[in-house]
Structures are given as C-alpha cells and as structure tokens.
C-alpha cells in the first residue's frame, strides 16, 4: 500500500514539474492563466484515479492470493490424509495376505492329517476283517466259550476304536470346511481391496 502511495505521488510531483516548467505567457487574460490551473487539477484527477485503480488492483490480487494460499493448504491437508489412508489400506492388506497365507499353511497341514487318519482307518478296516476272519477260523476249530469270548471282546474294542476315529475324521472334515469358507471370504475382501 505504501509503494502504491509513493507511486502516486511520484506521478503527481512530475506533473506539477512539468506545469511549473512550461512557460507561463504574461497576458492580461485570465483564460490563459486558469488553464495551468485546470491542467494541474486534469492530471491530479488522473494520479487519484491512477492511485485508486493501483489500489483496487492490489487489494484484490491480494485477496486471489490469499485464496490460493487456502486452497492450497485445504488441497495439502487432503493429500496428506489420502497418503494416511492409503497407507492403512496398504498395512490391512498386509496383515490379510499374513492371514491367508497362515489359513493355506493350516489348510495343508490338516489335509496331511486327514489323509493320515484316512490311511489308519484303511488299515484298522484291514486290521478287523483279518481279526473277523481269524475270529471265524478259530470258532470252527476252538469250541471252548472263553477264547471265542476273548476274540469278541477285542472285536468289539477294535470296532469301539473305528467309531471314535469316524468320529474325529468328521471333525477334521467340518474343520477343514470352515476354514476353506473363512480363507474364501478373507479372499474376496482382498480382491476388492486391490
């Protein structure tokens, strides 16, 4: 605002220079001595409006900047806040893949399992038709009641043990499904992350 002033009357003070430094003609007429006067005023007008055009130019280049400034600042915060978020998206989709790839770890660690106790359970089917075929042999030719009693009981242990691991394999089963829904989801969130 200062500059604008000085500006101002800078302008102003050379006019008045180049008043005062034409040559003033010495005639008993008014007109012509009034028309210095009206030229000083003519250039006066001039730097005022001059002075007030600089000062609304300033005033509103002032405002535009200030307003740029804030827009660039709103503009700086959101990209900032975009880096956090992305950021985050990044550490959650870190800490899923972790997940799956732990999920398919357990996955194929309780396939082995499965398929081990499958295998056992082949081979204690083996295990009881052998034992039913010794029992039936040994009926023809034993007829005393306490082996034949003997060979029963250890059937019935025998079969009492295939229900159990029946049991554990349908266990492991529902297990395994389980977690082949909880890696299908886990997944899918991933994708639409990505």
């Known amino acids: 605002m200062k500059m604008i ?3 101002c009357l800078l302008c102003l003070a050379g006019g008045l220079r180049a008043v005062h430094a034409a040559p003033v ?8 001595k009034a028309a210095p006067q009206e030229e000083v005023n003519t250039l006066m007008f001039g730097v005022i409006q001059f002075s007030q055009s600089l000062n609304y130019v300033y005033e509103t280049t002032e405002a535009k900047i200030a307003q740029i400034s804030r827009t660039l600042r709103s503009h700086g915060e959101t990209l900032q806040n975009l880096g956090k978020q992305t950021e985050q998206a990044a550490e959650v989709e870190k800490e899923i893949k972790v997940v799956i ?4 770890a357990q996955m194929v660690k309780q396939q ?4 081990m106790t499958k295998d056992w ?3 204690m089917d ?3 038709v052998e034992l039913k075929t ?4 040994l009926e023809v030719h034993l007829n ?3 082996s034949i009693k003997e060979l029963q009981k250890r059937a019935e242990e025998q079969a009492n043990i295939l229900k159990n691991l029946q049991h554990l394999t349908q266990f492991q089963k529902e297990n395994i499904e389980a977690q082949n829904e909880q890696l299908s989801k886990l997944q899918n969130m991933s994708a639409s992350m990505t």
């Open 5 to 7: 002033w000085g500006l």
């Open 25 to 32: 003609r010495k005639t008993g007429k008014m007109k012509e």
């Open 101 to 104: 790839q732990l999920l398919q």
């Open 112 to 115: 082995a399992q499965t398929k």
């Open 121 to 123: 359970l082949a081979s």
């Open 126 to 128: 083996q295990e009881e």
């Open 134 to 137: 010794k029992v039936k042999k």
């Open 144 to 146: 005393t009641k306490i």
